[in-house]
């Protein structure tokens, strides 16, 4: 959820709690003036019923205590009376009431008032011609009335919370959720202009299940970057910079390392410098040691990375279409450094921080634009485009490249797509971390 919409939920759920205090103060407050003026009226009242029974009745009377407590219980202000004569209580209603208390000779007498009960005290004459005080004790607030508007405000208040912690807990399985690996090995995506297509081929070697081949014996920890005989070491490419934006191949065709003479590299391809003055992108041979670089780099950021690899048959690197293709990747990857060649018709590029969703879109985008460029050549060969992400694994650039070596072998094969796109299976590769780490304990 946006920190926007947070905050607007917040500031509701805040307005909805003072609203709630509001409710309770302003309805207590309201009958408080109302019960002021209604208890007077019914004191009243009621004392001048008390001197007309007195008419009929004597005070100690049954009959004249029967009809009063019938007075008391249809009043709903007055809540006990108590009827002195002499000194003396001679009628006192409810008995049980905490409004009546026992005074020190034993007789019941009425309580001291309070901030919610108010006393009435008048003198009433009886019909006997004697003189009585009736004091009438009446609720200034019903104690029901505080319980039905404190219920009220309290169910608010609980909504309030509860619409908060369904929040809270949506808020941590969403973060918890997002901080996951994707249980989902391999899916499809809907079809765009190009019906490309994310999917898993049983066809191709499951990756992490070789855990006791010695290739990648160290794969749980990020790979050192150590020369091996037969590949080709970058002079300073720890010093340089990784955007670095050199000349183009065309305006300098010739460049050279500092000593001028070749780098030693595997097989038959003798690059000389760090570009190729054909493509003016970066040599096959670098591009492993790049890709190791460019992991670790990742991985201390804490970002995810894209390999792709473009394989058009039977192209001529010196053919104007491959140089309009070469522009065309150039524009997509920006950095000439993170282009490279691949075989004899082909090229691969590295993405920083971008997943597989997002790779598979912009690769959508770049295979409209080179797809128009072949079609305007009248080049006939079916292109791919195989892609592989570090996916938050700690893997070398090798394993990175044979998984979108792969996707790119299936792209080229398939007749519906010329996108294919590895996911990672994570059950499978924390299971080859498991045993990786197996092994490496058992032959260190």
């Avoid at 959720?177 to 066809?203: C, H, I, M, W």
């Amino acid at each position: 959820m946006e920190r926007k919409g947070i905050t607007i939920f917040s500031i509701c759920i805040a307005l909805a709690f003072a609203a709630a205090l509001v409710f309770f103060g302003t309805a207590i407050y309201s009958e408080y003036r109302k019960n002021v003026t209604g208890i007077q009226a019914a004191a009243a009242d009621f004392i001048q019923n008390a001197a007309a029974v007195s008419e009929y009745y004597a005070p100690e009377s049954t009959d004249f205590a029967a009809l009063l407590r019938n007075k008391i219980d249809s009043e709903p202000h007055v809540a006990a009376v108590t009827v002195t004569r002499n000194n003396k209580t001679v009628f006192a209603y409810p008995l049980s009431s905490s409004l009546i208390t026992t005074g020190s000779d034993g007789s019941p007498q009425m309580a001291a008032s309070s901030a919610l009960v108010r006393l009435t005290s008048r003198v009433a004459g009886l019909g006997s011609g004697e003189n009585a005080v009736i004091t009438t004790a009446a609720y200034v607030i019903q104690p029901a009335s505080i319980y039905a508007y404190a219920r009220i405000s309290f169910l608010l208040i609980l909504a309030g919370t509860l619409c908060a912690a369904i929040l809270l807990l949506y808020v941590y399985l969403t973060d918890r959720q997002n901080d996951e690996p994707e249980e989902v090995p391999y899916t499809a995506v809907p079809e765009f202009g190009t019906k490309s297509v994310l999917r898993y081929d049983s066809a191709i070697p499951p990756l992490y299940e070789d855990a006791a081949v010695p290739e990648y014996p160290n794969e749980v920890r990020l790979p050192e970057a150590e020369t091996e005989p037969n590949e080709v070491r970058l002079p300073n490419a720890e010093s340089e910079p990784d955007e670095v934006q050199l000349p183009n191949a065309e305006s300098e065709p010739n460049v050279g390392n500092a000593a001028g003479a070749p780098l030693p590299v595997s097989g038959a391809i003798d690059p000389t410098g760090l570009f190729s003055p054909v493509t003016g992108f970066g040599w096959e041979s670098y591009l492993e040691e790049r890709l190791d670089s460019e992991l670790i780099r990742s991985a201390s950021s804490e970002e995810d990375l894209t390999l792709m690899i473009f394989r058009f048959p039977g192209l001529d690197r010196a053919s104007p279409l491959a140089r309009n293709i070469c522009a065309a990747l150039l524009d997509f990857f920006k950095f000439r450094d993170l282009v490279f060649e691949y075989g004899e018709d082909g090229y691969s590029g590295i993405l920083h921080d971008t997943d597989l969703e997002t790779a598979i879109e912009l690769a959508e985008e770049l295979h409209a634009k080179l797809n128009l460029l072949l079609e305007e050549a009248g080049f006939t060969a079916k292109m791919g485009i195989g892609i592989s992400t570090r996916s938050f694994r700690l893997i070398p650039g090798k394993r990175l490249f044979t998984e979108a070596e792969q996707a790119l072998v299936h792209a080229l094969e398939d007749l519906e797509t010329s996108i294919v796109a590895f996911r990672v299976d994570p059950d499978k590769y924390r299971q080859y971390i498991s045993e990786s780490a197996q092994h490496t304990a058992k032959n260190p």
